[in-house]
T-cell receptor, first 112, second 114 residues
Framework: DAKTTQPNSMESNEEEPVHLPCNHSTISGTDYIHWYRQLPSQGPEYVIHGLTSNVNNRMASLAIAEDRKSSTLILHRATLRDAAVYYCTGGPGGTSYGKLTFGQGTILTVHP | SQTIHQWPATLVQPVGSPLSLECTVEGTSNPNLYWYRQAAGRGLQLLFYSVGIGQISSEVPQNLSASRPQDRQFILSSKKLLLSDSGFYLC?????????????FGAGTRLSVL
């Protein structure tokens, strides 16, 4: 399993961009980089995933370093509803078995 | 659309009592299903996964077991709960097609063993 390292916490103001970093230096060449987030007392929610190229969806953007040892989740305009724990994880993509291993994640606080 | 149901939402059980947590998925067929546990302030730990009816794989040795009696039903059980079984239990199913890399989680069951 890819070991990931994230800051314990980050803060942002509402409507400002947020860049959440993740180091995954042991990720294998075929592992995808996944991001999930979890609100208090809820199950994790998928945010975005990618392999090598930068990815965009309606929730966020994912910037992946060329060497794939790190990535950054970008929330373009933070809202109060984006306050959550954000998990970065490496996991197999496109296989019949998709184990996800979450570390402690980054607690994102958004100030009004 | 697909939905996942977990119940109960919270549970308080005495040490030594049995456990049965149920998870059902709607709107998809033959999904890969997962049971995770999250201890307070910790990340997720995969407990069991299933790729089909009656097929269960365990990730870590423990006091728990899982069963998949029907295609879209996944059950987590214990014969005798331990204090260390307390935690937030999450069921998830894996998407297919364009969503094959995505796992969708239920709302979870918070178990307190006293």
């Amino acid at each position: 399993d890819a070991k990931t390292t994230q800051p314990n916490s980050m803060e942002s103001n509402e409507e400002e961009p947020v860049h959440l970093p993740c180091n995954h230096s042991t990720i294998s060449g075929t592992d995808y980089i996944h991001w999930y987030r979890q609100l208090p007392s809820q199950g994790p929610e998928y945010v975005i995933h990618g392999l090598t190229s930068n990815v965009n969806n309606r929730m966020a953007s994912l910037a992946i370093a060329e060497d794939r040892k790190s990535s950054t989740l970008i929330l373009h305009r933070a809202t109060l509803r984006d306050a959550a724990v954000y998990y970065c994880t490496g996991g197999p993509g496109g296989t019949s078995y998709g184990k996800l291993t979450f570390g402690q994640g980054t607690i994102l606080t958004v100030h009004p | 659309s697909q939905t996942i149901h977990q119940w109960p939402a919270t549970l308080v059980q005495p040490v030594g009592s049995p456990l049965s947590l149920e998870c059902t998925v709607e709107g998809t067929s033959n999904p890969n299903l997962y049971w995770y546990r999250q201890a307070a302030g910790r990340g997720l730990q995969l407990l069991f996964y299933s790729v089909g009816i009656g097929q269960i794989s365990s990730e870590v040795p423990q006091n728990l077991s899982a069963s998949r009696p029907q295609d879209r039903q996944f059950i987590l059980s214990s014969k005798k709960l331990l204090l260390s079984d307390s935690g937030f239990y999450l069921c998830a199913w894996q998407g297919t097609g364009v969503a094959k890399n995505i796992q969708y989680f239920g709302a979870g069951t918070r178990l307190s063993v006293l």
